[in-house]
Nanobody, 129 residues
Framework: QVQLVESGGGLVQAGGSLRLSCAASGRTFSRDTMAWFRQAPGKEREFVSAINWSGLNTYYSDSVKGRFTILRDSAKNTVDLQMNSLRPEDTAVYYC??????????????????????WGQGTQVTVSS
């Protein structure tokens, strides 16, 4: 059974850092595009960052660019999101996502929820001011 499990969320003060981790199981994800999304209370889920199968191509939303870094360890089947300089507006449930049912075209950025077909249960990140 394919499963994604997020960890690393918590409460942090503005300006602080957190590192989220997504552990994938049930199959190898080494050839799949992986991503992080987030959903704040009362808002729709939004794209945060994505990484291609090799880890060489990454993409970030404008709101987190320069503060967040996405990394993957294919040997461990994990994808991490290092979050620095956190702001209260980063408060949200963060979800890991995998694109496994469809191939990823090199050079194409997958930014929409519908581009992914496996999701984790989410981990809460709360940034206090």
């Amino acid at each position: 059974q394919v499963q994604l499990v997020e960890s690393g969320g918590g409460l942090v003060q503005a300006g602080g850092s957190l590192r989220l981790s997504c552990a994938a199981s049930g199959r190898t994800f080494s050839r799949d595009t992986m991503a992080w999304f987030r959903q704040a209370p009362g808002k729709e889920r939004e794209f945060v960052s994505a990484i291609n199968w090799s880890g060489l191509n990454t993409y970030y939303s404008d709101s987190v660019k320069g503060r967040f870094t996405i990394l993957r360890d294919s040997a461990k089947n994990t994808v991490d999101l290092q979050m620095n300089s956190l702001r209260p507006e980063d408060t949200a449930v963060y979800y890991c996502a995998a694109r496994i049912a469809r191939p990823s075209t090199p050079g194409t950025y997958y930014l929409g929820e519908n581009d992914y077909d496996r999701w984790g249960q989410g981990t809460q990140v709360t940034v206090s001011s």
